[in-house]
């Protein structure tokens, strides 16, 4: 019965304060609908200035096809190699594209003329990827062979087979939408009572630590199984991504996330004696746990050092196991070793978070 009263009094304090619902409401249904619109790592409006030095109808045919990509914005031909170097100086193109003299005659002769691709490095992801798509363009003209015979592979696209970077991002927003808010909430929390003064009209009761850091607990679990609710939805009726596999599966990694941050925040926020420390300790953990998780770039690409930490790191085991269920439509055999990874650090954080309250009755 003590925990149920508890309970309610962490709901009542939600309620009662005048951002907090509208935040929980407003912050998954704004991710959800914007951000996978602009977490799209696709490469597209490259901006490419090209130098025809040959000036003939093939090289004018060149021209053409790189107008006609989608992938490039054509900024117009300059005069000479010089001239549209200052416009990638100046900010103005990304790649610049110089046709040579005679490239129409070693073309009819069947030579490969050598055509210069600059590219501007300072972004070195839309460099790569722009002279990349450049030089298929390029390789295409001068050898349709080529081409013809890249033309005949055939490629079999077992997952995500319209290769939408939505159904990739998903997963990795609702971890992100877990992590900001069953961690920064629980975070301000006892830290908040702190500073209010209602925490030592606590200590001074007969509740357990077991029963107050539970009950603590309890109402932000409730708020990730909303959140992921929320998420599910806005991706099935905004783009029409369902999961591939089990929801329970999904509703299960989502609590043993929720459970992990959760009891980290209010670990947070036993050992912070004010709100803007508890915050900036969170969000200082909250980065390195983002970045070194995989969500953006390969774990694999890692130095051997950062790759040690995703062992430890919970949010790498989440966005693998749900990625596996959603994309793959993999079943429990497929995640078993992310569930039991983050089980166990997720039960270790809860027992720390107890251990760490220090309640002087």
Known sequence: MTLKYLIQKEFLQIRRNAFLPRLIVAFPIVIMCVMPWVMNMEVKNIKVDVVDNDRSTLSQQLVHSIEASNYFIFNGQKESYQAALGEIEKGHAD?????????????AKGLQPQVLIATNAVNGTKGAMGSAYLSQ??????????AAIQSQVSTLLLYNKNQNYKVFMIPALLAIVMMLMTGFLPTLNIVGEKEAGTIEQIN?????????????LIPYWIIA????????LLAWALY???SAGSLGLIYLLAMLLALFFSSFGLIVSNYSDNMQQAIFVMWFFVVI???????FTPTRSMPSWAYATTYVNPMHYFIDAIR???????NFASIAHQVLALAAI???MGCWAVVSYKKNS
């Open 95 to 107: 790649v610049v594209l110089v046709i040579p003299q005679r490239y129409s005659t070693d073309v």
């Open 137 to 146: 363009i390029v390789t295409a003209h001068v050898m349709p062979q080529a």
């Open 204 to 216: 001074v009761t007969p509740v357990s630590k077991w029963a107050f850091i539970l009950a603590k």
């Open 225 to 232: 199984l909303f959140v992921v609710t929320v998420s599910l």
């Open 240 to 242: 029409g991504i369902t």
């Open 289 to 295: 746990l983002l970045l070194l998780s995989g969500l």
């Open 324 to 330: 596996t269920v959603m994309v793959r439509g993999g």
């Open 346 to 348: 997720a039960l270790g």
